[in-house]
């Protein structure tokens, strides 16, 4: 048995009129994030966690901004293409963990319906499944709820 720990990170900006997609659900809450896709920051970092993991290239190569195919793109849909990709290379996921920075939508209240919905697309138990809200304190461009940041981390075995 081999395993392969992967990292993954992703930022979007906060704006009005856009549904509050993270973590595969909608949360309520007067901005969104901005985005090509419907901007799943969660989904993304988890995406690129999982594609480093197992060596193959990243979430923006695979799945270009510029492709129209993407455009408004359900990023769960897109976390099914990469899970078929590390899956057909023959890895497992194991666990994710995930931290999501923003001063935006509030995490806590959301985090165990987050980690039902990361569980049922990643195929994962809901122990294997983590997700922590941090508020900025105020500081940097994101501050304020003008933007999301997520960081994910994943194992894998084979
Ligand atoms: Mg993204």
Excluded at 12 to 30: E, T
Aim: proline share 5%.
């Amino acid at each position: 048995m081999s395993t392969r720990v992967g990292l993954g990170f992703d930022v979007h900006r906060l704006v009005d009129g856009r549904p509050c997609v993270l973590g595969g659900i909608v949360i309520p809450h007067p901005t969104g994030p901005l985005g090509h896709s419907d901007g799943d920051a969660v989904l993304h970092a988890i995406g690129d966690a999982l594609l480093g993991a197992a060596g193959l290239d990243d979430l923006g190569t695979l799945y270009s901004d510029k492709d129209p195919k993407w455009k408004g793109a359900n990023s769960a849909e897109l976390l099914a293409d990469v899970l078929r990709r590390v899956r057909a290379i023959g890895w497992k996921p194991v666990n994710v963990d995930v931290v999501i920075a923003t001063e935006g939508p509030r995490i806590a209240p959301h985090r165990a319906a987050m980690r039902a919905k990361l569980a049922e697309l990643l195929g994962l138990a809901v122990d294997a499944v983590n997700v922590k809200g941090k508020s900025l304190e105020g500081l940097g461009a994101l501050a304020g709820g003008a933007g999301v940041a997520v960081q994910a981390v994943c194992l894998l075995e084979r």
